[in-house]
C-alpha cells in the first residue's frame, strides 16, 4: 500500500518522540512491503515563531491533501503564562481538527499485564482494564462563541451541540461497542446541562438499532471516581468534548504513565494520529521522553487503513518492549534506555521478529 503521511512534529518533545514513529513506520514499510511517505510541516510554537501563525496555510493545504497527519506535540510555556497572548500553539491544534473535520477522537486505555505495579493504583482494582474513550472532537465548549466584556471582569464560553453532531460520533462508538465487549457507557451531566440531554436523547434513540449493545448512562463526576474505582466495568465511553479531555487524562493512570497513551482522531475524509501526551518541555532534547505514544498512534494509523497485521507487528513489538523493561524512566527511574534506544527496540524487533535480539 502507499500512503502520504504528512508529520507534524511540533514542539518539546513532540519531534524526538514522531521520530521514533516514522523508524518504527519505516521498518514496518520494509518488513511488508509498503510505501510510507513522509512530509514534515510547521505546526504550534515553532510555526508561531517562523511564520507568526500556529497552522500556516501550507500546513493545512499538505494535511488536506495526504492520506494521514502524524502528529507530536504541540504547546510552550512562554504562552500558558501569558493570558494576553493572541496566538497560541493550542489554536492551531484546534484549527486543524476543525478544518479536517475530525470529529471523532478515539483514546484507548489498557492495563498492561507487565506494568500493572507502575500505576499509582493497587493492581486488583486495574486489572483487566481495556477501555476506549470516544471524545468528540470538534464542537461544545472548545468552539462555542467565547466572550469577555470591555472591562475585562466577565467571560463566557458557549457549550452548543447538534443533533448531527451528536449522531455521527455516536454511530462510530456503538460500531466500535459492537466489535469489542458491546457494552457503551454515555458520560455526561444530563442532570445539569441542556447539551447533555440532548446527548442522552439521541444517543438513547441510536441504541435502538444496536440492540447487541447494552448502553448505559453515567454523570461525569460519578465517571471520573468509577474510572479510578472500578476501570474494568468499561468497554466504550462515549463523551463530549470537555468530558473526553478531561477523563481521558484521569484514565492515562491506569496504563501507568501518560507516555504509553495513543489516539485517532478521524472524520468523513481524514485522519490525524497523535499522542495523547502534551509537548514536556522540560524533556525537550534529554532524550527522556517516551517514544511508546507516537509509536502506537502509527500503529492506530495503519488500522486505520485496514493494515490489522502491521498494526499487530507494532504493537507485539511494544509488548516485547515493556515485557524486557526496555523503557523510558517514566516507567523505570533506574532505566540507561532513552526515547532513542526504545525506539530503536521496537524498529528492530520488527525488522528481526523472528530472530533473537540481544538487549
Ligand atoms: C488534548 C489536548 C488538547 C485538548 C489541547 C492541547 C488543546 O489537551 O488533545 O487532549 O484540550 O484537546
Ligand atoms: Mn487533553
Same mark, same amino acid.
Given at each position: 500500500?502507499?500512503?502520504?503521511?504528512?508529520?507534524?512534529?511540533?514542539?518539546?518533545?513532540?519531534?524526538?518522540?514522531?521520530?521514533?514513529?516514522?523508524?518504527?513506520?519505516?521498518?514496518?514499510?520494509?518488513?511488508?512491503?509498503?510505501?510510507?511517505?513522509?512530509? $514534515?510541516?510547521?505546526?504550534?510554537?515553532?510555526?508561531?515563531?517562523?511564520?507568526?501563525?500556529?497552522?500556516?496555510?501550507?500546513?493545512?493545504?499538505?494535511?488536506?491533501?495526504?492520506?494521514?497527519?502524524?502528529?507530536?506535540?504541540?504547546?510552550?510555556?512562554?504562552?500558558?503564562?501569558?493570558?494576553?497572548?493572541?496566538?497560541?500553539?493550542?489554536?492551531?491544534?484546534?484549527?486543524?481538527?476543525?478544518?479536517?473535520?475530525?470529529?471523532? %477522537?478515539?483514546?484507548?486505555?489498557?492495563?498492561?499485564?507487565?506494568?500493572?505495579?507502575?500505576?499509582?493504583?493497587?493492581?486488583?482494582?486495574?486489572?483487566?482494564?481495556?477501555?476506549?474513550?470516544?471524545?468528540?472532537?470538534?464542537?461544545?465548549?472548545?468552539?462555542?462563541?467565547?466572550?469577555?466584556?470591555? $472591562?475585562?471582569?466577565?467571560?463566557?464560553?458557549?457549550?452548543?451541540?447538534?443533533?448531527?453532531?451528536?449522531?455521527? &460520533?455516536?454511530?462510530?462508538?456503538?460500531?466500535?461497542?459492537?466489535?469489542?465487549?458491546?457494552?457503551?457507557?454515555?458520560?455526561?451531566?444530563?442532570?445539569?446541562?441542556?447539551?447533555?440531554?440532548?446527548?442522552?436523547?439521541?444517543?438513547? %434513540?441510536?441504541?435502538?438499532?444496536?440492540?447487541?449493545?447494552?448502553?448505559?448512562?453515567?454523570?461525569?463526576?460519578?465517571?471520573?471516581?468509577?474510572?479510578?474505582?472500578?476501570?474494568?466495568?468499561?468497554?466504550?465511553?462515549?463523551? $463530549? %468534548?470537555?468530558?473526553?479531555?478531561?477523563?481521558?487524562?484521569?484514565?492515562?493512570?491506569?496504563?501507568?504513565?501518560?507516555?504509553?497513551?495513543?489516539?485517532?482522531?478521524?472524520?468523513?475524509?481524514?485522519?490525524?494520529?497523535?499522542?495523547?501526551?502534551?509537548?514536556?518541555?522540560?524533556?525537550?532534547?534529554?532524550?527522556?521522553?517516551?517514544?511508546?505514544?507516537?509509536?502506537?498512534?502509527?500503529?492506530?494509523?495503519?488500522?486505520?487503513?485496514?493494515?490489522?497485521?502491521?498494526?499487530?507487528?507494532?504493537?507485539?513489538?511494544?509488548?516485547?518492549?515493556?515485557?524486557?523493561?526496555?523503557?523510558?524512566?517514566?516507567?523505570?527511574?533506574?532505566?540507561?534506555?532513552?526515547?532513542?534506544?526504545?525506539?530503536?527496540?521496537?524498529?528492530?524487533? &520488527?525488522?528481526?521478529?523472528?530472530?533473537?535480539?540481544?538487549?
Amino acid at each position: 500500500m502507499k500512503l502520504n503521511i504528512a508529520v507534524l512534529a511540533g514542539d518539546g518533545i513532540g519531534p524526538e518522540v514522531t521520530a521514533q514513529a516514522i523508524k518504527t513506520l519505516n521498518a514496518v514499510a520494509e518488513v511488508y512491503h509498503h510505501t510510507f511517505t513522509f512530509k $514534515e510541516a510547521l505546526a504550534g510554537a515553532i510555526a508561531i515563531d517562523e511564520t507568526g501563525d500556529p497552522l500556516p496555510q501550507e500546513t493545512l493545504d499538505l494535511c488536506l491533501e495526504y492520506d494521514a497527519v502524524l502528529f507530536g506535540a504541540i504547546g510552550d510555556p512562554k504562552y500558558d503564562n501569558d493570558p494576553s497572548a493572541k496566538v497560541r500553539p493550542e489554536q492551531g491544534l484546534l484549527k486543524l481538527r476543525k478544518s479536517l473535520g475530525l470529529y471523532t %477522537n478515539i483514546r484507548p486505555i489498557k492495563a498492561y499485564p507487565t506494568l500493572i505495579d507502575k500505576s499509582p493504583l493497587k493492581r486488583d482494582r486495574i486489572e483487566g482494564t481495556d477501555l476506549t474513550i470516544y471524545r468528540e472532537l470538534t464542537g461544545g465548549i472548545y468552539f462555542g462563541e467565547k466572550k469577555l466584556n470591555k $472591562e475585562g471582569t466577565i467571560a463566557s464560553d458557549l457549550c452548543e451541540y447538534s443533533e448531527k453532531e451528536i449522531e455521527r &460520533i455516536a454511530h462510530l462508538a456503538f460500531k466500535a461497542a459492537r466489535s469489542r465487549k458491546k457494552k457503551l457507557t454515555l458520560v455526561d451531566k444530563a442532570n445539569v446541562l441542556e447539551t447533555s440531554r440532548l446527548w442522552r436523547k439521541i444517543v438513547t %434513540n441510536i441504541g435502538k438499532s444496536y440492540e447487541d449493545v447494552e448502553l448505559d448512562y453515567l454523570f461525569v463526576d460519578n465517571a471520573a471516581m468509577q474510572l479510578i474505582l472500578n476501570p474494568s466495568q468499561f468497554d466504550v465511553i462515549l463523551t $463530549e %468534548n470537555m468530558f473526553g479531555d478531561i477523563i481521558s487524562d484521569e484514565g492515562s493512570v491506569i496504563g501507568g504513565s501518560i507516555g504509553l497513551l495513543a489516539s485517532a482522531s478521524v472524520g468523513d475524509e481524514n485522519a490525524m494520529f497523535e499522542p495523547i501526551h502534551g509537548s514536556f518541555p522540560q524533556a525537550k532534547g534529554k532524550n527522556i521522553a517516551n517514544p511508546v505514544a507516537s509509536i502506537l498512534s502509527a500503529a492506530m494509523l495503519l488500522e486505520h487503513f485496514g493494515l490489522n497485521e502491521e498494526a499487530k507487528a507494532i504493537n507485539k513489538a511494544v509488548d516485547k518492549s515493556l515485557e524486557l523493561n526496555i523503557v523510558t524512566t517514566d516507567l523505570n527511574p533506574d532505566s540507561q534506555y532513552g526515547t532513542e534506544q526504545v525506539g530503536d527496540f521496537i524498529a528492530d524487533y &520488527i525488522s528481526n521478529a523472528e530472530e533473537i535480539i540481544n538487549y
